[in-house]
């Protein structure tokens, strides 16, 4: 477990934080983490919101977004992902990331948190397409 966070709304999770390309251990370990705080500490997984945060969002052929998906299928717990880009421009907007207010959910279905991050914003964001992977996967 890389953190835990508790936000201004009480909203809590462990967080995992990966800079490489191996972002499915990513996903495995948030789930791991979710496994510990509910058996040492005894919070519910389903009142964890967990977050993912990455350099650039993973490739569309990664089995991270199959990972994802499949941990909300089978126990119901929605992993947000966001990457240091998209918190900078919050930073810059002088926003607060809080997936109680705005979920960051995204899977193999849609790969792509640009249009989370226009609505957290209330306005269109002014970058390229799949630029340096972002805000969508580049490939």
Do not use: C
Not at 5 to 16: M, P, T, W
Not at 53 to 66: D, E, F, I, T
Not at 97 to 121: A, G, K, Q
Request: hydrophobic residues 40%; without cysteine.
């Amino acid at each position: 477990m890389d953190a835990v966070y508790l936000s201004k709304r009480n909203s809590f999770g462990a967080v995992e934080v990966e800079f490489g390309k191996d972002t499915l251990d990513a996903s495995r370990g948030i789930l791991d983490d979710i496994a510990v705080l509910n058996t040492r500490y005894g919070i519910p997984k389903n009142d964890n919101r967990a977050v993912v945060v990455s350099l650039q969002l993973p490739n569309a052929r990664q089995g991270y977004w199959q990972v994802v998906k499949d941990i909300f299928k089978v126990e119901n717990i929605q992993i947000n992902t966001i990457t240091i880009g998209a918190l900078l421009i919050l930073l810059w907007n002088n926003e607060h990331f809080d997936p109680v207010d705005f979920s960051y959910y995204v899977d193999y279905d849609n790969m792509d948190i640009r249009s989370t991050l226009e609505r957290h914003l209330g306005r269109k964001i002014n970058l390229s397409d799949k630029l340096l992977g972002i805000l969508e996967p580049i490939k």
